[in-house]
């Protein structure tokens, strides 16, 4: 059974910084893509980056390029987002997720997701 | 970058009804699109991918359609644990992208 496990979150004063772990099992890690997506309290889910399976490709969103860092560790199974330069507009749950196939960016597994509040 | 729009942003269905959600896309996607269930509280669900085909363990009262701007989901007979908020994502290119977003409600 694929499991998601964040951790991490919490409250941080603007301009901080903050680093998301998600450990995952029940799937070959290294074999799928992996993806953070957020979610503002009563908002929708916004997409904010992707790692490939090898981690030699990585990908972000315009609002977090230059802040956050994606990265994996396949000996401990784990996937980070390190963010910098936290906004009061990056507050939201943030869900780590698994690609659905080879280079195939749907999710089909998802974590419950970690809150990471921005305030002063 | 291309932009993903859902509509209605509510829709009001009796148990046992049928709903119809729509997402539009700026550009094509070709069916490189998926839907998501997400219920108060919980991570959300993958229902369909690549614009048609359910995902593993979803009835077969869901069902999606479509291909380049114009997608739909389908959920035919309702039931109570259907209500929810319901999005869309294409994956076509980078950014990825999610749609608005919409609430199926009694």
């Known amino acids: 059974e694929v499991q998601l496990l964040e951790s991490g979150g919490g409250l941080v004063q603007p301009g901080g910084s903050l680093r998301l772990s998600c450990a995952a099992s029940?799937?070959?890690?290294?074999?799928?893509?992996m993806s953070w997506v957020r979610q503002a309290p009563g908002k929708g889910l916004e997409w904010v980056s992707a790692?490939?399976?090898?981690?030699?490709?990585?990908y972000y969103a315009d609002s977090v390029k230059g802040r956050f860092t994606i990265s994996r560790d396949h000996s401990k199974n784990t996937l980070y987002l390190q963010m910098n330069s936290l906004r009061a507009e990056d507050t939201a749950v943030y869900y780590c997720a698994k690609v659905g196939g080879s280079l195939i960016y749907y999710f089909d597994h998802w974590g419950q997701g970690t809150l990471v509040t921005v305030s002063s | 970058e291309i932009v993903m729009t859902q509509s209605p942003a509510t829709l009001s269905v009796s148990p046992g009804g049928r709903a119809t959600l729509s997402c539009r896309a700026s550009?094509?996607?070709?069916?490189?699109l998926a839907w998501y269930q997400q219920k108060p509280g919980q991570a959300p669900r993958l229902l369909i991918y690549?614009?048609?085909t359910r995902a593993t363990g979803i009835p077969a009262r869901f069902s999606g359609s479509g291909s380049g701007i114009e997608f739909t989901l389908t959920i035919s007979s309702l039931q109570s644990e259907d209500f929810a908020v319901y999005f869309c994502q294409r994956y076509n290119n980078w950014p990825l992208a999610f749609g608005g977003g919409t609430k199926v409600e009694i």
């Open positions: 690549g614009a048609s």
């Open positions: 029940g799937f070959t890690f290294s074999s799928f893509g």
């Open positions: 790692i490939s399976g090898s981690g030699g490709e990585t």
């Open positions: 550009q094509s996607v070709s069916t490189k």
